[in-house]
């Protein structure tokens, strides 16, 4: 007990002597030996054994939502597992399971009178906003005012819409003195803004096509655009099949009149009617329309694996820091695997290293006194969509969220650095916050020695990696991210990026420089400051 005293002491006195020395990072309890001697547990032999199962061949690539992602979770699943990590995930394990969907038009067309209207000209319509249809003759469109169902204010009262398709307004009804009808002031309501709202409420009433008058057709239209135009995969909410919206078509002003003809005239009086007295009137509006939406939809499921080490001080536990890397690739192409060892089996491996070394604190007593979170997206090579999954749906809240450590691609040496591969591309320090860039840049001066490169941070920099890696998700919630890179190569993407092209020591040196930076963010008295303004 004596001996155990006097180490303890000696441990105080060293880490009152650290925080003498850090200048203007925060003192910490544990002495820099302590951390050191963490720090080395994170080790060549370990990165290349777990590497060589992830970016094996039988992983496939690891292309999210294929059988070889499914196996690199279940190999990480059991990594944490193995190191006693609680299962917080779904369903008392260890992943946060992603619904992914690539929506695209096969034909989306819209015809008047037989003739062909012009797709985001004269009207538009989301693939990921409508279930699958084949051409539907349409003869009667019955307008329903504001297409609003509210105790305030409803369209819907007393009329029987089901298998019928509507044309409303956007928006919502104004009154006497410019008072709206729903909120009873001079404020707007959640129906105004919310046309996902709308939609809930007409698929409840059986209505099986929402027309929309948008007077800002323009400006409201670019999502759409992108979305037909770019096919990318999006993290779907619900599958096709459970689809809780009714199908719906944006058209504008000008399409609308062209629609309705000489029946104009009684639903401008039926609006002015509705906006006077507060009650609403439906309209039949003879049409001869002709409706196609047929998609092609792609859908697939991915898993971002969640490995938790709680932290040990009572008053600072329920505070999280994320360490982030992604373990998907791009799978195969015919019979190439694209075995994605640096991109990004690099910085997988090295996130499972530190979780390691935070584990031997923790059974040693030393810490951390915050929580840690490793989080290993899927998803990323489709748009960083497993990390925003998390950033939309976090198991831990963002306001108590930290900060974002991400590690992506740390295993290679890029053609700038090929005569000191020491080195390390530092991005979004101190973006957010200029104390996680202290801090970064003085535990590499007192334990690593790396050189730090900036050329990427540059907010003009043409390639925008600051904008292309998961800490991206964190960073856009203002949550202080730091993302370790070390540049693109010529396997970049390739068949040929292979574990035996990987610097193995220049890797562990960064897990290393890694780890010391989340362990002062983890370990010190005050929580990092957000002191930048976006």
């Known amino acids: 007990m004596i001996r155990n005293t006097l180490l303890l002491a000696a441990a105080l006195l060293s880490g009152v002597l650290f925080a003498q020395k850090t200048g203007p990072v925060q003192g910490l309890s544990t002495s820099p030996a302590e951390a050191r001697a963490l720090a080395a547990t994170i080790k060549v032999e370990d990165m290349k054994r777990h590497l060589n199962i992830l970016a094996a061949d039988d992983m496939e690539g690891r292309e999210t939502g294929e059988p070889g992602q499914k196996r690199a979770a279940e190999y990480l699943r059991k990594q944490f597992a193995d190191l006693g990590l609680p299962a917080i995930g779904e369903n008392g394990g260890y992943f946060q399971r992603i619904l992914f969907a690539r929506q695209k038009w096969e034909n989306i067309e819209l015809k008047l009178d037989g003739e062909p209207l012009r797709h985001l000209w004269e009207y538009a319509s989301a693939p990921s906003q409508n279930i699958d249809r084949s051409a539907t003759n349409i003869s009667e469109l019955t307008f329903l005012g504001y297409g609003i169902d509210d105790e305030a204010y409803s369209d819907y009262n007393g009329k029987n819409v089901a298998g019928k398709h509507i044309l409303i307004f956007s928006g919502e009804p104004k009154g006497k003195k410019d008072i709206y009808q729903v909120s009873g002031t001079d404020k707007t309501s959640d129906w105004s803004t919310n046309n996902e709202r709308k939609l809930e409420v007409a698929k409840a009433n059986g209505v099986e096509t929402v027309f929309i008058i948008d007077p800002d057709?323009?400006?409201?239209?670019?999502?759409?655009?992108?979305?037909?135009?770019?096919?990318?995969?999006?993290?779907?909410?619900?599958?096709?099949?459970?689809?809780?919206?009714?199908?719906?078509?944006?058209?504008?002003?000008?399409?609308?009149?062209?629609?309705?003809?000489?029946?104009?005239?009684?639903?401008?009086?039926?609006?002015?009617?509705?906006?006077?007295?507060?009650?609403?009137?439906?309209?039949?509006?003879?049409?001869?329309?002709?409706?196609?939406?047929?998609?092609?939809?792609?859908?697939?499921?991915?898993?971002?694996?969640?490995?938790?080490?709680?932290?040990?001080?009572?008053?600072?536990?329920?505070?999280?820091?994320?360490?982030?890397?992604?373990?998907?690739?791009?799978?195969?192409?015919?019979?190439?695997?694209?075995?994605?060892?640096?991109?990004?089996?690099?910085?997988?491996?090295?996130?499972?290293?530190?979780?390691?070394?935070?584990?031997?604190?923790?059974?040693?007593?030393?810490?951390?006194?915050?929580?840690?979170?490793?989080?290993?997206?899927?998803?990323?090579?489709?748009?960083?969509?497993?990390?925003?999954?998390?950033?939309?749906?976090?198991?831990?809240?963002?306001?108590?969220?930290?900060?974002?450590?991400?590690?992506?691609?740390?295993?290679?040496?890029?053609?700038?650095?090929?005569?000191?591969?020491?080195?390390?591309?530092?991005?979004?320090?101190?973006?957010l916050s200029t104390e996680l860039h202290r801090i970064n840049e003085y535990v590499n001066k007192e334990y690593t020695q790396l050189e730090l490169d900036y050329t990427y941070n540059a907010e003009d920099d043409p390639n925008r990696y600051y904008y292309r890696s998961d800490h991206y998700n964190f960073a856009v919630k203002g949550i202080p991210s730091i993302f370790f890179f070390n540049g693109t190569h010529a396997d970049y993407h390739q068949a040929t990026d292979t574990v035996d092209k990987i610097h193995f020591e220049k890797m562990e040196k960064i897990g290393r420089l890694v780890f010391h930076t989340a362990w002062q963010l983890a370990n010190q008295d005050r929580r990092i400051e957000v002191d930048v303004k976006q």
Do not use: C, W
Request: charged share 30%; no cysteine.
């Open 217 to 431: 057709f323009k400006t409201n239209i670019r999502n759409i655009r992108q979305e037909t135009l770019d096919g990318r995969m999006r993290m779907a909410e619900q599958a096709e099949a459970e689809r809780k919206t009714a199908n719906v078509v944006y058209i504008t002003p000008q399409l609308a009149r062209k629609i309705m003809g000489k029946a104009g005239r009684k639903v401008i009086k039926a609006r002015k009617k509705m906006e006077k007295s507060g009650r609403s009137k439906a309209v039949s509006v003879p049409v001869n329309l002709e409706l196609t939406q047929s998609k092609v939809v792609k859908e697939l499921i991915g898993e971002n694996v969640l490995g938790f080490v709680e932290g040990s001080d009572p008053k600072l536990k329920d505070e999280v820091l994320v360490v982030s890397a992604h373990y998907d690739h791009i799978g195969k192409r015919g019979d190439n695997v694209f075995n994605g060892a640096d991109d990004n089996g690099s910085g997988t491996t090295t996130v499972l290293e530190i979780a390691e070394a935070f584990v031997v604190a923790k059974k040693q007593g030393i810490g951390p006194r915050r929580s840690v979170l490793f989080l290993l997206v899927s998803g990323e090579e489709k748009g960083l969509l497993g990390s925003e999954y998390y950033a939309s749906h976090p198991i831990f809240p963002l306001a108590n969220t930290i900060a974002d450590i991400n590690v992506d691609m740390v295993g290679r040496v890029d053609e700038e650095h090929v005569d000191n591969p020491e080195y390390i591309y530092v991005i979004g320090s101190d973006r």
